[in-house]
């Protein structure tokens, strides 16, 4: 790890974009671009996998469908506040800048530490493995698809997004467009089909809607887990600011667009489920937008499987897109390794941050398990999102005349941190579990690490002649940000 600089903490990004003959991350996000990597982050296997798992805390379709709206405003007021964080600090890393700039080293270090080693990597390997398990299904008809098959075919899709990001941007950003074009139009398929039996009169999963609702506070924390779980993705967009161009524009329009389209498409692809099945049937399914293909589709029920894969992959894009470019801010700023903060000195593209998130998600693959790290990933998540959203609390109330071109109501905010609070705290006071324990003690793991090699600067000498070896193999060279 490198030496960190004495900055001003809530220096302006355009101080990182002084010298233009130094190297630096091109602008070429627009803002149809933006909505793709937000709308196309968020559809993803969540909407195909997780409305059984909410009906089943809720206890009824009336209550399930009000989650799922929920979910969405709660997420659109936590990008509206991430619109503002954006346009206050116009610098990549997302939630990590945010915590770095406002509250200092040690917090941000312990999220980055967190969130490259395991958060991301595992997030990214669980809908890998959702890909590969729609992927393959049609190969193995009538039974369940090998393991091994399963895990080869999810490390083939992490290689191969490894490669479509490192080669060019702009090739990723396409690649996010295509296949977010597709899931959509898969997903008004589902519209259209549950609009038509509802014309038809099949109504009977919503009779007495609210019947059997579910009162115990730890159930619905969990049922918001995961129908945020589908939603996960809204606030993506912040991990990639210096490479929009006119963040300060594209950011909070692009948010508004893609959150209301995915909330609507979300609520009304779970009216079609509910109008295709009963809950009971719902409950029992193992792939709902596959029992729905077969019941309303028929012969044709396959294209839902082929839906399914191009959406997760098309989210692990940009999931994969984003969750780089952590690991590169992280490094950036003295918090990684320093070989991680360079770029291809060609394609402009963080490919060392790239091939370590790629190697860390391989690894989780081996034993990877897409329902549990749901629950526990959504833990985590809402314990940074509080932590950064508080950190906009403050910087509206002591530091108001910090130039900003949009403001949000500082009530959304708040409600957004409470939200937060209820999800991290909910299921351990009513449903206490041992694995939130490791997690709690993974996370303040990283004390062993931060003081000796950030705190202290203690830089092994074998890193700087690894890194020089790196450098020169993968044809890479710091950033503007860090080639003074």
Known sequence: MREMKATDPLRSSTELSEGKEKLRLKQEVGLISSVSLIAGTMIGSGIFMSPEWVLHHMGNPASSLLIWAACGLLAMFGALSYAELGTIIKESGGDYIYILRIFGSFPAFIFAYTSVILVRPAGLA????????????????????????????????????????????????????????????????????????????????????????????GAVGVAFYQGLWSYDGWNNLNYVTEELKKPEVTLPRALMIAIPLVTCLYVLVNVS??????????????????????KVLGSWAWL??????????????????????????????????NILSMVHVRRLTPSPALLFTSAMSLIMIISGSFTTIVNFFSFMAWLFYGMTISGLLYLKIKKPELPRSYKVPIIIPIIVLMAAVYLVLAPIIDQPQIEILYIVLFIFSGIIFYFPLVRFKYHPRFLQRVTLHLQLLLEVAPTTGDAD
């Open 126 to 217: 669980a809908v890998c493995l959702s890909f590969a398990e729609y992927a393959i299904a049609p190969f193995y008809p009538g039974c369940s698809s090998p393991q091994v098959a399963v895990k080869c075919t999810a490390a083939a899709c992490i290689l191969i997004l490894t490669i479509i990001n490192s080669l060019n941007v702009r090739l990723a950003t396409s690649v996010m467009n295509i296949f977010t074009a597709a899931k959509l139009l898969a997903l008004l398929v589902i519209v259209v089909g549950g609009l038509v039996l509802l014309a038809k009169g099949q109504t009977q999963s919503f009779q007495n809607g609210f019947q059997g609702t579910t009162a115990g506070i």
């Open 273 to 294: 489920y509910l109008a295709a099945m009963t809950p009971s049937e719902l409950l029992s399914s193992g792939a709902v937008a596959v029992t729905w293909g077969d």
């Open 304 to 337: 839902i499987s082929l839906s399914v894969a191009l959406s997760t992959f098309g989210s692990s894009n940009g999931t994969f897109f984003s969750g780089g470019r952590v690991c590169y801010i992280a490094a950036r700023e003295g918090h990684m390794v």
